[in-house]
Nanobody, 117 residues
């Protein structure tokens, strides 16, 4: 059983930066693909960024060149560095882990990011 705990959310002005962290426990972190999703009020949850066990990354077009996903396998932690934040980035950000061997999927509880204009 994998547990994910997000931290680092908060209130920031447009143009500012935040760094989100997701700490994993209860599994073998290094074999999982890790992702960040977000959900704005009244909208569907969307994929923001993903990183594979080999550290290949991909991003939603809306955040590409502003956000960076990274992982530290020694700390069982995945990060999302968010720069030049926009009001449209506001939402609850969720950490996701997927295991390619078992096909299990795990979610964190989410952390609120609010960008003021």
């Amino acid at each position: 059983q994998v547990q994910l705990v997000e931290s680092g959310g908060g209130l920031v002005q447009a143009g500012g930066s935040l760094r989100l962290s997701c700490a994993a426990s209860g599994g073998v972190f290094a074999i999982n693909t890790m992702s960040w999703y977000r959900q704005a009020p009244g909208k569907q949850r969307e994929l923001v960024a993903g990183i594979t066990p080999g550290a290949s990354t991909n991003y939603a077009e809306s955040v590409q060149d502003r956000f960076t996903i990274s992982r530290d396998n020694a700390k069982n932690t995945v990060y999302l560095q968010m720069n030049r934040l926009k009001f449209e980035d506001t939402g609850v950000y969720y950490c996701n882990a997927s295991n390619p061997f078992t096909y299990n999927i795990y979610w964190g509880q989410g952390t609120q990011v609010t960008v003021s204009s």
